[in-house]
């Protein structure tokens, strides 16, 4: 079972235990103190299930390769890259920990949550659904449902796949006027963590558009020319060669404005699309700027 579908598994209490077990001697505890220090039992809700919240959790973070279970200790997993099981780096780069073991570590039980990522990702920014019943609604529209695994939707899966989507940095909520739980499919949060990583990071360092779209997509296949998104984009198609979705324009956009890259065009060189609205523009090339 996926995260998506165990909606007790959440970010935040995979990374309470990961938090923990960062400052622990040997990165290690022994599975009944951890159980009671994260999960006292007078917090337990269901009379049937000790912990549930707890053990979900656990469950995930170790089947996702987050954690090992060794003889009656958890631990953290020391295959880990060693920036993201350090004391003092692991917590800050903990929503990539999980982006990469989620999705680009060939993990067969969370290809649901990629997909329905990726298919949020590749809907227009600008006319996207930002509610649970218009996302039922349009999947059923666009063919999708049973691919996604939505054919019998509810709004607790749903908010499960937008708590998930917030947390990794591909979208963003607010509260409409009428106090509604808006979602907005937008991963500049995403892009502005792995800028540095994805130029490999060389300062003033220059990408072609193609280079750069190839390097996200093997880093993270929720976006264009990924796992996930050619999965979805053959089935809703939408997005013409050489065009990047509004989604990823958009933020792309965005972290030009605040200074963090610069976009270009140069002559004789393969142009990308980037939609804005009702225009669009063309550029070759991308430049970190700091």
């Known amino acids: 079972m996926s995260v998506l579908k165990t909606g007790r598994a959440t970010p935040s209490r995979m990374r309470g235990i990961f938090r923990y077990l960062l400052q622990e001697p040997k990165q290690r505890a022994n599975r009944e103190k951890l159980t009671r220090l994260l999960s006292p039992e007078k917090l337990s809700e269901d009379k049937n299930e000790k912990y549930p919240m707890f053990n979900d959790s656990l469950r995930e973070s170790i089947k996702c390769g987050l954690l090992i279970a060794d003889n009656d ?19 800050k780069l903990f929503p990539d920990t999980l982006v990469q073991l989620l999705f680009a570590s060939d993990n067969e039980d969370e290809e649901d949550l990629g997909r329905l990522i990726a298919w949020y990702l590749a809907q227009d920014i600008y006319d996207a659904p930002r509610t649970c019943k218009e996302v039922e609604q349009l999947v059923v529209e666009q063919g999708v449902d049973r691919s996604l695994d939505l054919k019998a939707s509810s709004n607790a899966l749903l908010g499960q796949a937008e708590d998930w989507m917030c947390y990794l940095g591909f979208a963003w909520s607010h509260a409409s006027d009428s106090n509604k739980k808006l979602v907005v499919a937008e991963p500049t949060a995403y892009l502005r963590r792995n800028l540095k990583d994805l130029f490999q990071g060389e300062a003033k360092a220059k990408l072609s558009i193609r280079d750069f779209i190839a390097r996200l997509a093997k880093k993270c296949p929720l976006f264009e020319t990924g796992k996930f998104r050619e999965q979805v984009e053959e089935k809703i198609g939408g997005r013409l060669p050489n065009h990047l979705s509004t989604s990823t324009a958009f933020a792309l956009f965005r972290l030009q404005d605040d200074g963090c890259i610069k976009l270009v065009r140069e002559s004789d060189a393969d142009l990308f699309i980037f939609p804005s609205g009702d225009k669009e523009a063309g550029f070759s090339h991308i430049i970190l700027m700091g």
């Open 73 to 91: 200790d958890i631990a953290i997993n020391f295959e880990l890259p060693e920036a993201s099981r350090h004391p003092h780096t692991g917590d």
